[in-house]
């Protein structure tokens, strides 16, 4: 196996949007996504930004609190190509839900079986006030080949029945959050949280980003976090400047 860490760029926005409470402090955060290869497959966790995000394809709403900042070779269809991979190459993506920094880049992978809560792919044409200027349906084409999971249900979705790659459902930040687990023989295992959690910060202290759907649920999230910590997961949020910092990047990688 092998998990490579990748940024789309960052989003320059301020503290108080990811740290409740943290005000209007200006804050640079990551925009990730991943690779991961096994038994033979590609696998993506989530696709970075659209690629007209900067060209007037986000509301101005969004823009004026959430900026992206990237260039060509940082989208995901070129990212990785820099570690051997083809577009067409990718077997499977799991998006972790269907923002715009999130699933940007799902139509660019011909060959690739997408995984989504249905929760989420249905919010998406329903949602309310707060959440709409975060969804764009034309980065999710209805022909793409879609594989829908069902919340409690699905919850812990084996991919190969291994362990090695176990999707959790974390809604809070959405109404079909899920995040990923990611065993790797070598380097231990890694909790891909997404936007369920978006930095250390939240898990240490308790703190709800300024933007979340669900308090509760994703109160709930924390503790889930805080207790794979204690068996030695290590948990990778999806927006901590610092803490990405820390982590190889692309081309290097966990095995």
């Given at each position: 196996?092998?998990?490579?860490f ?11 949007l990811?740290?409740?409470g943290?005000?209007n402090?200006?804050?640079c955060?990551p925009v ?7 038994q033979g497959k590609n ?12 060209q007037?394809?986000?509301k101005e709403a ?6 992206p900042?990237f260039?060509?070779k940082?989208?995901a269809h070129?990212a ?5 991979v083809?577009?067409?190459?990718i077997?499977?993506?799991?998006v972790s839900?269907l923002h715009h920094d ?10 690739a ?6 929760a ?5 044409h329903?949602?309310?006030?707060i ?6 349906p ?24 291994d362990?090695?790659?176990v999707?959790?459902?974390?809604p ?8 990923l687990?990611?065993?790797t023989d ?5 909790f891909?949280a ?6 250390l910060?939240n898990?240490?202290?308790?703190v ?9 649920a994703?109160l709930q999230?924390i503790k889930?976090?805080?207790?794979l910590?204690?068996?030695?997961v290590?948990?990778?949020p999806?927006?901590?400047p610092?803490?990405w ?6 081309p290097?990688?966990?095995?």
């Amino acid at each position: 196996m092998k998990l490579y860490f990748f940024s789309c760029g960052f989003l320059e926005s301020t503290k108080g949007l990811f740290v409740n409470g943290g005000g209007n402090e200006a804050y640079c955060v990551p925009v990730p996504f991943f690779l991961i290869q096994h038994q033979g497959k590609n696998i993506l966790f989530d696709t970075g930004n659209h690629r007209m995000d900067m060209q007037g394809h986000l509301k101005e709403a969004l823009v004026r609190s959430v900026k992206p900042v990237f260039s060509e070779k940082e989208l995901a269809h070129h990212a990785i190509r820099q570690v051997g991979v083809a577009l067409e190459e990718i077997d499977f993506i799991i998006v972790s839900h269907l923002h715009h920094d999130h699933a940007g880049e799902l139509g660019q992978f011909p060959n690739a079986t997408i995984l989504v809560q249905q929760a989420e792919y249905d919010y998406v044409h329903r949602p309310d006030d707060i959440m709409e200027q975060t969804y764009y349906p034309d980065e999710i084409p209805q022909e793409l080949d879609w594989y829908f999971l069902h919340g409690e249900k699905d919850n812990r979705f084996d991919l190969f029945g291994d362990g090695k790659l176990v999707i959790y459902y974390t809604p809070g930040h959405t109404a079909g959050h899920q995040s990923l687990l990611v065993r790797t023989d070598r380097d231990g295992a890694f909790f891909l949280a997404a936007d369920a959690c978006y930095t250390l910060e939240n898990i240490q202290s308790g703190v709800l980003p300024g933007l979340v759907l669900d308090s509760a649920a994703y109160l709930q999230n924390i503790k889930t976090f805080r207790f794979l910590q204690k068996t030695g997961v290590t948990i990778v949020p999806g927006h901590d400047p610092q803490l990405w910092e820390q982590f190889r990047h692309a081309p290097d990688y966990y095995e």
